[in-house]
């Protein structure tokens, strides 16, 4: 048997098509499998590595932003749906089996085109874009979850099968698989992962639960950040000098059935794969469902896991990392507890899904339908539109049976040889015609989807007026999300926009003094991306009986009676004030130096409590509210960048001197006076 698996750009469709293939090479040892998708680095790293050769082929994401990517979209699909025809003619599959996304979609087209019969596979309770499409091919859809079957439609051809677990998830040890990973038998082993790329909100989480366990014996943490973070996160930590033994961080878990097999809890988002896997190998789980994909259906994946007694669900928000925090604590305090949410997570696990999958496209267990007043109904799945009546309902239409032929065109017994030529005239008129149809009615659907997803991409580009149902906000520490949402003029409570217009609403989020920069993206027609980056309170100058607090550009934040925690500077005078825009001064040079001054400070990570800048000559710091700097401008400028002043305070620490007076020289010399 020749099978062409395809579905990938995340774990989560690549695996599920491995486990199905990994089930064919177990029962037909001499199957062959090849896999076609878009050359992903994901793609390339794991698929060769199981032992699949790879094709490639042109695919890309629907992006409905404007009619011009649009367009680029279906040219590059139609480009790979003709190289994926290259590949099936060469193949001569048996059947495609696809696990969808945008990668999928060239395959199944060719797959059509080709009458190869489509299965698909949809992990989710909600089905996706190109699934939903595939369906009208496929003979047989299998689902995830059983509530994914509402979308799509009244079909027959549906099936549950529960997701497809690679083989390595089964039957594992978790002492075993401890020894492998040199993990402590009686540790309480933490795993926080966020898929291949990673979200900020499982690191946010990780770095919460690392800080919290760090270097506490009998505990050990699993922090999978995802790629897209691992450098940043990982060099910020460096520069912290955070390194605890029984902390462990890596950027993506390769091994996944060892590592989850050797957890005790697993926090991580419930996606459809995240779900299966971690019930395959039995271990209690807090699902975190992402807030941002269509139709909640994450929270739904989790809830089967939760409503079984398998998990527990903490739903995103401001506090996410601390409620996750005391979930923990909970648990670590009643172990009986994680012990009884391992077997009920066990309980639900999707241990015969590769057994449907496999025996259904062998055609040894067929579909059910509903029940007639004789039991079951049977039936095999459906090849589409194109299956529609088959030999049946020729015959009902009209078609001469066999016996009525030879009597009445030839007054010849049903055997005669003549009889015989003139039934192998009339199939091959019937396959020429049959040939046709399809291939029009083919055509004719590609042409018409395509037209219908380009007319409606066009009309949500260009409408003025526009509802967005939800809002991603990045990058924000002061303020929440539902604020930026309201600072972006969306109606309170619901998350809603009427209006599309991304520089509006960059305009609107700028007005806040608060807000530095601000960007504005459309992700999907009904999503709008906002990504803010916030003014720090760096430094304050006092003004009559109140203090003016700035940022480190010297923008004016805030102003207040009470006495601020930033350093606060003197000898300025100050003659006019607007909140979001530069102080106005009588010496507007001396201004712009004080302004240098308090970065040069902040990026030499000296914490100076006030600062006088009555004249460029004569400066004075007072730094940790005990230790006082005498010296001019430059000298201090110089001393603070070449990190002189940092060696010269930490070597009076180091001798125990807190008090005194430190004076900088012109020619770079230092003198110390101390204070008994």
């Not at 898929?195 to 366990?213: F, Q």
């Not at 579909?367 to 088959?390: I, K």
């Amino acid at each position: 048997m020749r099978i062409v698996l395809t579905g990938g750009c995340t774990g989560g469709h690549i695996y599920p098509a491995l486990a199905i293939g990994d089930k064919f090479r177990q029962e037909d040892p001499g199957c062959e499998i090849i896999y076609i998708a878009c050359g992903e680095p994901l793609e390339r790293e794991i698929i060769p590595a199981h032992g699949y050769r790879l094709y490639e082929v042109e695919a890309t994401g629907l992006d409905r932003s404007n009619p011009a990517r649009l367009y680029n979209t279906v040219k590059r699909t139609l480009k790979g749906r003709d190289e994926a025809l290259r590949i099936l003619k060469e193949f001569r599959p048996d059947a495609v089996i696809s696990t969808g996304s945008f990668v999928s979609v060239p395959v199944v087209l060719a797959a059509r085109k080709l009458r190869v019969p489509v299965y698909i596979h949809e992990q989710n309770g909600y089905p996706g874009v190109s699934n939903k499409m595939a369906a009208g091919f496929a003979r047989t859809v299998f689902l995830g979850f059983e509530s994914a079957r509402q979308y799509f439609g009244s079909r027959k051809n549906i099936v549950y099968s529960g997701n497809p677990v690679r083989a390595e998830f089964r039957g594992r040890s978790r002492e075993a698989d401890r020894d492998a990973l040199g993990i402590f038998q009686n540790d309480l082993v933490i795993m926080v992962f966020g898929g291949s790329l990673g979200s900020e909100t499982t690191n946010a989480i990780g770095e919460a639960v690392a800080g919290k366990y760090a270097d506490k014996e009998g505990y050990t943490v699993i922090w999978g950040t995802g790629n897209e973070y691992y450098d940043e996160i990982s060099k910020r930590l460096a520069e912290e000098g955070f390194a605890p033994e029984n902390v462990r961080i890596s950027a993506y878990i390769s091994d996944m059935p060892e590592t989850l097999s050797a957890s005790d809890i697993i926090i991580s988002r419930s996606g459809a794969l995240s779900t299966a896997e971690t019930t395959m190998v039995g271990r209690a789980a807090v699902f975190i469902p992402s807030p941002n994909v269509t139709a909640d259906h994450q929270y739904y994946n989790a809830k089967a896991v939760a409503d079984a007694g398998g998990a527990l669900i903490i739903r995103e928000g401001a506090d996410t990392a601390n409620r996750v925090l005391d979930a923990l604590a909970d648990l670590d305090n009643n172990r009986d507890r994680i012990r009884e949410m391992a077997e009920a997570s066990r309980s639900i696990a999707p241990v015969h899904a590769t057994d449907i999958i496999y025996r259904t496209v062998c055609g040894r267990e067929p579909l059910t339908g509903p029940e007639g007043p004789d039991g079951p109904e049977e039936h095999v799945g459906s090849d589409g539109p194109e299956d529609d009546g088959g030999e049946d309902a020729a015959q009902q239409s009209g078609q001469l049976s066999e016996e009525e032929l030879a009597r009445t065109l030839y007054g010849l017994p049903p055997e005669h040889e003549e009889l015989g030529e003139l039934r192998e005239r009339i199939a091959a008129r019937r396959s020429e015609k049959d040939r046709k149809r399809r291939s029009f009615r083919t055509k004719f659907y590609t042409v018409s989807i395509t037209l219908l997803v380009t007319i409606a991409a066009a009309l949500f580009s260009l409408s003025p007026v526009f509802t967005v149902d939800s809002i991603e906000v990045r990058g924000n520490s002061h303020y929440t999300t539902e604020e930026i949402i309201n600072m972006a003029h969306a109606v309170p409570g619901k998350n809603i926009i009427y209006h599309a217009n991304k520089d509006e609403i960059t305009a609107y989020l700028k007005q806040n003094p608060y807000i530095k920069s601000a960007t504005v993206s459309r992700r999907l027609p009904s999503t709008l991306v906002i990504k803010v980056r916030e003014r720090q309170e760096k430094f304050a100058f006092r003004y009559d009986d109140d203090y003016l607090i700035m940022d480190e550009d010297g923008i004016l934040l805030k102003k207040t009676r009470n006495k601020p925690r930033q350093t606060l500077v003197e000898g300025n005078v100050v003659n006019r004030i607007k909140l979001g825009e530069p102080l106005g001064t009588e010496d507007e040079k001396k201004f712009r130096e004080t302004v240098a001054l308090i970065k040069a400070m902040t990026k030499a990570d000296m914490y100076f409590v006030r600062v006088d800048m009555s004249t460029r000559r004569k400066v004075r710091a007072y730094i940790y509210d005990t230790l006082l700097v005498r010296t001019d401008y430059d000298s201090l400028m110089t001393s603070l960048k070449n990190g002189r002043l940092h060696q010269v305070v930490e070597k009076l620490f180091d001798d125990g001197i807190k008090r005194g007076t430190i004076t900088f020289n012109e020619d770079g010399s230092a003198s110390f006076m101390p204070i008994f």
